[in-house]
């Protein structure tokens, strides 16, 4: 099958590499023309395990092609996915201008029957609106042509996205055309042949399942980061309560684990999406609106724990970061964490010591050159000389620690872990002084 993919970000590369690696031929376009230079020369932009590999292979195969000319995309594919960004607008809405314009773009110049797909992710009712922008085009140049536009959102998570796309628990499509679901059924049959996943439903029920699916994970999120918080305050451990809770299986383990807020580039706009969305047709949406403002007040606990540890004191100190990525396994630092503790260290006349494993030339990237972030090439370089170390992502590397060398390693012996990544007693043991997430450390 000949497939056109808009967009190599995160959503698109992985759809076109793994499409291609099923055997189709995969046609991707995007509109940055460096990244698309890189991407021909088999270098990936973003850091996805896995992914390399994958594309190298379908780029030597010739499955896989990268294009910046829209009429050859366009030409090239019978399904012609959409996946490009949807970032937030100023009040929070979903931006549509990128999904539009592929829109356009298509309109202008297909010359045959189209399926449209939308893979990015947008609120209930795009695919008129991505209908009736392809509809225009097509009007302004004066033809006729049939096509048909199919939301087909995308679950995968960035660190696990090939095994999350090839593996994943469903293959969601929004359409009541039969052709369309024959065609989806095709470019889906490699991944579809162990278990039924595709779950074909109207176009709006699809388009509301992405927004649900993140809001409903949001949501265990924030309400673990509640309880933990009131765990703190009650002399609970909130490690035991999530045991406890997760062995109920209404409840179960998964995505129960408190931390220091969440953060990348899905969560926090998906659930302020759909809460606009909520608004704009005059629901008061307080669930959503609660989930979102516990998880800001979250991102701030590292440097309450912070200022509780040197009494609000924390002007000229030098604070080890360990890990600036919003989660393990992806250089992603949109709305991360980390960026929140060091925004506000710097503003309170701290220094940061920080090393990630694969984010760094993105910290880099945003931040620039600054007298007051070092970045590190290790762990143990993060701590020489600095005064407390900072855990703001999970990754396997850090788990495992010599507490009695990090006790001599830092001038002062205070760790704030946002991860719960140790054993507190283990940790306090050592000397050190321990602030985890709801672990009775509230000072
Ligand atoms: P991204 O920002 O990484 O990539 C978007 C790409 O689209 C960029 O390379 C950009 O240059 C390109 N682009 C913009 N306009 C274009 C145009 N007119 N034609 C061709 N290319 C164009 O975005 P992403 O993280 O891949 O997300 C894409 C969509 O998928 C979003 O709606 C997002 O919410 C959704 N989604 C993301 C994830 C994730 O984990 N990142 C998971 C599920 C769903």
């Not at 097509?138 to 995968?156: H, K, T, Y």
Request: proline share 4%; net charge negative.
């Amino acid at each position: 099958m000949r497939i056109t993919i808009f967009g190599t970000g995160y959503v698109g590369l992985v759809t076109g590499a793994c499409l291609a690696d099923a055997g189709h031929e995969v046609m991707c376009m995007d509109i940055d023309a460096q990244k698309v230079a890189r991407l021909k020369q088999g270098e990936i932009p973003i850091y996805e395990p896995g992914l390399e590999t994958l594309v190298t292979e379908n780029v030597g195969q010739q499955r896989l092609l990268f294009t910046t000319d829209a009429a050859e995309a366009v030409a090239f594919g019978t399904l012609q996915f959409i996946a490009v960004g949807t970032p937030p607008d100023e009040d929070g809405s979903a931006d549509l201008q990128y999904v539009l314009a592929v829109a356009k773009t298509i309109g202008q110049h297909m010359e045959d029957y189209k399926v449209v797909v939308d893979k990015s992710t947008v609120p209930v009712g795009t695919a008129d609106r991505v209908h009736e922008a392809i509809a225009g085009a097509l009007g302004e140049r004066g033809v006729s042509l049939d096509f048909d536009v199919c939301s087909n959102p995308e679950f995968l998570k960035e660190g696990a996205a090939i095994e999350d796309f090839t593996h994943g628990a469903r293959i969601v499509v929004g359409t009541d055309s039969e052709r369309v679901k024959a065609l989806m059924r095709e470019c889906y049959a490699p991944y579809n042949r162990r278990v039924e996943k595709l779950m074909f439903m109207d176009v709006r029920s699809a388009e509301l399942t992405k927004y649900a699916a993140n809001a409903m994970l949001a949501t265990k999120i924030s309400f673990m980061n509640e309880i933990a918080n009131l765990a703190e305050r009650l002399g609970a451990d909130i490690e035991q309560v999530r045991r406890g809770i997760g062995s109920d299986p209404r409840i179960g383990y998964h995505f129960i684990y408190p931390g220091c807020g969440y953060g990348g580039s899905c969560f926090p706009k998906d659930v302020q999406a759909l809460a606009r969305t909520a608004s704009q047709i005059g629901y008061d949406p307080q669930l959503l609106n609660a989930v979102e403002a516990v998880n800001d007040r979250q991102k701030s606990t590292l440097f309450e724990k912070l200022g509780q540890a040197f009494d609000g004191q924390l002007d000229g100190k030098t604070v080890a970061v360990w890990g600036l990525a919003f989660k393990p396994n992806t250089d992603d630092m949109r709305e991360a964490p980390s960026r929140h503790l060091m925004e506000a260290l710097w503003a309170a006349g701290a220094r940061v010591r920080a090393y990630d494993p694969e984010a760094m030339e993105e910290c880099r990237r945003i931040y620039g050159e600054r007298d007051d972030l070092t970045l590190v090439g290790g762990r143990d370089e993060a701590l020489q000389g600095s005064d407390a170390l900072v855990i703001c992502t999970e990754w396997k590397s850090f788990r495992t620690v010599d507490f009695a060398h990090l006790h001599r390693t830092l001038r002062t012996p205070v760790i704030v872990d946002g991860r719960n990544l140790f054993e507190p007693d283990q940790v306090r043991a050592a000397g050190l002084l321990y602030f985890a997430v709801g672990r009775g450390d509230s000072l």
